[in-house]
């Protein structure tokens, strides 16, 4: 570790002389301090991968199993800490307020869920991934196939909202147009996860973890400082900000407090900030029950989450690690509010323009006047935070590509050194679907994400939840439960990409509303379990030796 | 749930063992505390919620029917430009709704100058709009003057304290196109968008304040996930002991 922390003095010191010169600018040009924290950090991320690079299968898939559970709970909290956590929730909360809480509320209760209801489970039953579990589970080839190609889908899902977040970083440090910093970002990202793999990625993820996290708190304590609320703990003190918010904050006669374009640190009443589904917002009680319902069902059904409990030693790990993931991740999520509203305010004059609610985080720090190489630590961050998740997905779908379906369905003669070029060919294959989707731009980074989360909670987690807890979920349940899960998905998902091309299909208005894109789970996960219940009781029952490996070995 | 006869099963809610038992009654208390938690206090907060308006709503209510009908006093021209200030000053409004606010507060600037004057202020108005049209940056000085006299212009007639904010807004949102009569859209939309943004769901819950939050806000941003982890740390702990006095080994 001695080595790393040497790299990362070594690396930053050139960027800390270049702040002086560096200028704050809400978009444009090339920042030059922002640009040296950036490159020297994906710099330290690369020697961390080569570091601790994958020396065979079992470390690509599973990094040894050797990762304490402090360890495992940062990797945890840096997998999941995406760019949906970094700056998705900020400009969820920026622009609709209260409903924005929805996504908090459903990215951190869906945890409580994962661990009561599977983590020890999973570890116990001993597979490497989502697929291997449902393939051997269900004693279905096909099952395993269906499975594996679900969990790509949901990578893929998962990946475009991190490539849109990279792309909208890059660019902004960058200066260049949005495409080329896609094209740039998903490049360095490709490059990093198939050098290191996951004991690489792993060990990043830690690192990762502790840049994320300073590179996000420390704007917000200068912000709360300077604008005169409680900074000694931000997370509690930004009430007042919200406070003022509803009530409106006056012009300050002395025009001590202003952004960095002048304006006063003032703004109207507007309490739809805060309240409850407010008309101003256009969301309703449904949709916020809904988005939180199915985010956190989501949440235990998707595979790079469930994968991360492979790579702990025993599943009391597996369960602490749960707990230690989510407090690390508790920290962000209790920040990224912050943002939203003291961004709320700093943009409340009309000359600040329309900002784009993704990037809110960074234009936060810029309007509150911090010093630039702050901000370009922030920017740092964000791309870490997408780099971190986008890693831990390319290896889950890769590890689903060249696992799930190259070895165990297409060649189980494969030698390990032909998985692991599959493994790196499944890699490069993501990569390029992901950056061509992200290149549409189809909606707000946070929105793109929960796409996947209801993909995973109609699909995935019923499979995981009755194969589990369930004994009498057979192959006949399991295909049934997943075609209804999927006709939900594919119904929801029509009319999303419909809308999106501009057709207007029948009844578009009533599915949009009750099948939205970001939360068809609500409806397509208990389709999913009730199907497959009604199913496996009609149908021959589950063989004795499956039901005797969940008694013997992931219940004993 | 149990369709087998031979022992080997596995039901949840059916279980066979000791620590399957205790296992399932952990979970169960979990997930009771888990979902009164979240949707629990979600439909309280729906169920005794009742729509709020601002008081700035209710003065524009006041005075609607008589800008309505062209028939409005200078003080009702007043309160009706400044509430629907009120309302430009949300950033989260759209284009189309921007438009018809717009309209509103010209025509109220505009009523409430003198006849003589009025032509005066629509020119002034069309030469801050080509200004704003050709500025590449808000520091520009022409910009700037011209802002700050609409400004000191407005403040008397408006008659905004001195840490109104409103009054900043005032010369961006002054438009030319259409000043000298309400629009037939302002007129059809105008009292809907109002309502939109000026009436609120509230209730006791999100106007007591905790630690400086509106007490709703608190709970659902900061106690919930503080809860989440205790309940995660709960279950560990509790399964841990319930492993260590079964004797039971991960």
Known sequence: MKKIYLSLLVLILPALAQAATAATQLEGSFKAGPAIILISILILFVMVGILFRAKDTNDFYAAGRGISRVGSGMAIASNWMSAASFLGMAALMYGSGYHGLAYVVGWTGGYVLLLILMAGQIRKYGKYTAADFIGDRYYSQTLRAVGAIIAILISISYCVGQFGGIGLLFKWVLGVDYNWAVLIGGTVVLAYTLISGMLGVTKNMQIQYIIIIISFLIPLFILSYKFDYFWLLPQIGYGSVVSDIVAGIPLNETNQLINSLGHEFAMVPSPEYAMPWDHAAGKTFFQWIAIAFSLMIGTAGLPHVIQRFYVVPKARDARWSVVWGLFFICILYWSAPVYAAFGKILAANPEVGNLAPDAIVVYTAQLGNLHPLIVGFLAAGGVSAAFSTVSGLLVAGASAFSHDLYVKVINPQASPKRQLLFARLGTVLMAIIVGVI?????????????????????TIFPLFLLGIWWSGSNRSGAYAGLIAGALVSIIALSYFIAGKLGLTWPAHEFMDYWLGAWYFAWIGAPLSIIVNIIVSLMTKETPIEIRKFLVEKVHS | ??????????????????????????????????????????????????????????????????????????????????????????????????????????????????????????????????????????????????????????????????????????????????????????????????????????????????????????????????????????????????????NLND
């Open chain 2, 1 to 246: 749930m149990d369709n087998s006869s031979n022992g080997y099963h596995i039901s949840f809610f059916r279980p066979t063992t000791a620590h399957a038992k205790a296992n399932r009654n952990i979970v169960i208390w979990l997930i009771l505390i888990w979902v009164i938690a979240i949707f629990g206090f979600q439909i309280l907060l729906r169920v005794i919620e009742k729509p709020t308006p601002e008081p700035v709503f209710v003065e524009f209510q006041s005075v609607w029917s008589n800008i309505a009908q062209s028939n409005a006093s200078a003080e009702e021209l007043r309160t009706f430009g400044k509430s629907t200030l009120s309302v430009l000053g949300k950033i989260a409004i759209s284009d189309k709704e921007k438009a018809v606010l717009d309209n509103a507060l010209s025509n109220s600037a505009y009523q409430l100058k003198p006849d003589s004057l009025r032509s005066d202020l629509v020119f002034r108005i069309k030469n801050f709009e080509s200004i704003k049209s050709e500025i590449n940056n808000i520091n520009d000085p022409a910009y700037i003057i011209a802002k700050r006299a609409f400004e000191a212009e407005f403040m008397p007639i408006m008659m905004f304290s001195n840490t109104d904010v409103r009054v900043k807004f005032l010369p961006l949102e002054l438009k030319s196109e259409g000043i000298e009569s309400l629009q037939a859209e302002t007129i059809k939309s105008l009292p809907g968008i109002m309502q939109k943004y000026l009436v609120h769901n509230q209730s006791f819950l999100t106007d007591f304040k905790f630690l400086g939050f509106p007490f709703h806000y608190f709970y659902t941003a900061v106690f919930l996930l503080i809860l989440f982890i205790g309940l995660c740390w709960l279950y560990c702990v509790k399964i841990d002991r319930l492993n260590t006095k079964l």
């Open chain 1, 438 to 458: 992200a290149l549409a731009k189809l909606a707000l980074i946070g929105q793109l994400v929960a796409v996947a989360f209801s993909l995973a909670g109609c």
